[in-house]
């Protein structure tokens, strides 16, 4: 039997099979316990929280939410001082126990401090946690990064497990092979990175230091696990997959305690759900291993407005746009958006691997003659082609020297090449009004059907900004990127599509109850309906409803199958084998039904 054939064989077995000798015992299966909260009956006193304590060698503390700075007086300097750090530095963010990247949500939920939280240094510390708050019912949240935008990764009296200070490591292989898979696979490069790091860590770890790459975020402070575990995009993902494509192997306690190794030999059913099926849901992931591959020789850009004088100058430009896409940019070389907006316009962020500078001049050439040959219907701001060699991707010695690209993490203790996106710097700290995602199929490419998805961004963008994210969507991936996907628990509709299409409102840091900085509900509730009315007309495109779990509606319609499709059912087998008793929970996460 060929090697491969052998791995399907495994991963198709029934569950209790499949799962070899660490089959999680069923004796306990139940409705999940209602958690116990903060002064009431039920919650652990302090002499049970001291043996945790004692437990994790002391790294439980107790958790202090960061607004009480702001009372009582929110014109004070300490508060002042707060939502400064939380308006521009995503690092002072990612490394304070009680906050999150995402501060919250219009009509959905706040971000709001653990009761207590295990910094955990290693696999026994989760292990523990996960046994304290399965014995007593007390809420359990993971954090890494912190990035979740439905608040997964925070809840009120709850006991969080925190990777981010201490599980960190990052360690790179010539010729990792699975545990357990020695002889069926052959040895490839690959890096294992711990539950706590950042792609930050990794891409420098990786490719400004060692020279190969990894397929992360776009986002540098995004956490590497959570975006695994979502199924994960980063700018080049039509070339090299989504990170869930790239998992080789996992380290992860279920409820019962248990540390596990997960991967296409031992237990291929839990390995299979973490790659895409949602973060927070079949248990706390400890330690990934991701492939590796050859760096190209450059990373590029291609940044470019162009604005039309007329309606119907816009509708022949947005055509004139997605048949160029379709003719030129539909292949591995290309990623990240164009966005549609009111007043006409189109802008140009794309990125590009493995290509020249004059290779890229080249590509665009015939989309920029077309416009600048029409002066009366369009001008085109100057277009910049940028190129630089892939391993300075991601070095802040480097990307310093272009003004307005990068900010640096000014913080004390921080690493000195921590930084982030000058482009991403909105988010942080950001409350969002509403955010909104749908794949789009190729099948809307062709000739027959373009017109009707011209004519969707058309009257979309006169409503709203829509980006086309062309890096999250797989249609024009190699043979073989398309088929460590399939090999994945995300919705498959990510495998015909050439586009996430998205569309999203916030607004900056703020926080109920604190005069001066309290979140605007009624433009939250009117940006919210913009955006969806935006939306409308290119969900109308979709057969099915698709969305990316990571990236979508907090108020999803039809969760189940616009973030998992055919793979739900499945899913929800593994999630009953492995946390029968719901442990595990968040928002719209398999299982819940919430």
């Not at 390995?271 to 991701?290: E, I, N, P, S």
Request: charged letters at 15%.
């Amino acid at each position: 039997m060929q090697r491969r054939e052998l791995l399907k064989g495994l991963a198709v077995l029934p569950l209790p099979l499949a799962a070899g000798a660490n089959n999680v015992a069923h004796a306990a299966i139940g409705p999940p316990a209602e958690h116990v909260r903060r002064g009431g009956p039920g919650w652990p006193d302090l002499a049970e929280w001291a043996q945790l304590r004692a437990r994790v060698g002391g790294r439980l503390v107790k958790v202090r939410s960061p607004f009480t700075a702001c009372t009582p007086h929110s014109g004070g300097r300490a508060c002042t001082g707060l939502f400064e750090n939380l308006l521009r530095n995503p690092y002072y963010i990612s490394e304070s126990v009680g906050l999150t990247e995402t501060l919250g949500w219009t009509d959905a939920w706040t971000s709001q401090a653990s009761a207590y939280a295990v910094l955990a240094r290693s696999s026994a510390d989760v292990a523990a946690a996960v046994n304290f708050a399965r014995k007593h019912r007390v809420r359990l949240v993971v954090k890494g990064g912190g990035h979740s935008y439905v608040g997964g990764s925070n809840a009120p009296d709850s006991l969080l497990i925190w990777t981010r200070p201490n599980m960190r490591a990052v360690k790179l292989h010539d010729r990792f092979v699975p545990r357990g898979a020695a002889g069926l696979v052959e040895p490839e490069g690959a890096v294992s990175v711990g539950a706590g790091a950042i792609w930050m860590d990794v891409y420098d770890a990786v490719t400004t230091r060692a020279g190969r790459y990894v397929q992360g975020g776009g986002c540098t402070t995004v956490g590497v696990a959570g975006l695994v575990l979502g199924g994960g995009f980063g700018s080049f993902s039509k070339g090299f997959g989504t990170a869930a494509a790239n998992l080789l192997e996992a380290e992860v306690v279920t409820a019962d305690g248990a540390v596990r190794i997960a991967n296409a030999v031992r237990n291929p059913d839990l390995f299979w759900a973490l790659k895409g099926g949602g973060g927070g849901t079949f248990g706390v992931v400890t330690r990934l291993t991701l492939r590796t591959h050859t760096l190209p020789a450059f990373f590029g850009a291609v940044l470019a407005t162009i604005t039309a004088a007329s309606d119907a100058a816009y509708s022949t430009l947005v055509a004139q746009v997605i048949s160029f896409y379709r003719d030129s940019l539909l292949n591995p070389h290309w990623g990240e958006t164009i966005r549609f907006g009111p007043g006409r316009q189109i802008a140009v962020s794309m990125v590009f691997q493995g290509l020249t500078q004059a290779d890229a001049e080249k590509t665009w050439a015939p989309l920029f003659d077309w416009v600048t040959a029409r002066p009366a219907d369009y001008t085109l701001a100057t277009p910049a082609v940028l190129t630089l060699p892939a391993r300075d991707f991601w070095n802040a010695e480097v990307l310093q020297q272009v003004p307005g690209l990068i900010v640096p993490a000014d913080l004390p203790g921080v690493p000195k090449h921590y930084f982030y996106w000058e482009a991403d710097a909105p988010q942080v700290g950001q409350v969002l009004h509403a955010y909104q995602s749908t794949w789009l199929s190729q099948r809307l490419l062709d000739p027959e059907r373009s017109p009707a998805l011209v004519d969707a961004l058309t009257h979309a963008s006169q409503i709203r900004w829509v980006s086309l994210h062309f890096n999250k969507g797989l249609a024009g991936a190699p043979a073989n990127v398309l088929d460590w996907t399939r090999d994945t628990s995300m919705n498959p509709a990510v495998l015909d599509s050439f586009a996430l299409a998205i569309a999203a409102a916030n607004e900056p840091p703020a926080y109920p109850g604190i005069a001066g900085h309290e979140p605007d509900v009624a433009r939250g509730r009117l940006d919210a309906t913009v955006v969806d009315s935006a939306m409308a007309p290119l969900r109308a495109l979709a057969e099915r409803p698709a969305a990316y779990v990571s990236e979508a509606d907090y108020f999803q319609d039809d969760w189940q199958a616009a973030f998992w499709g055919d793979h739900y059912a499945r899913l929800t087998q593994i999630k009953d084998h492995y946390d029968p008793r719901g442990l595990f929970s968040v928002h719209h996460g398999v299982g819940t039904e919430t």
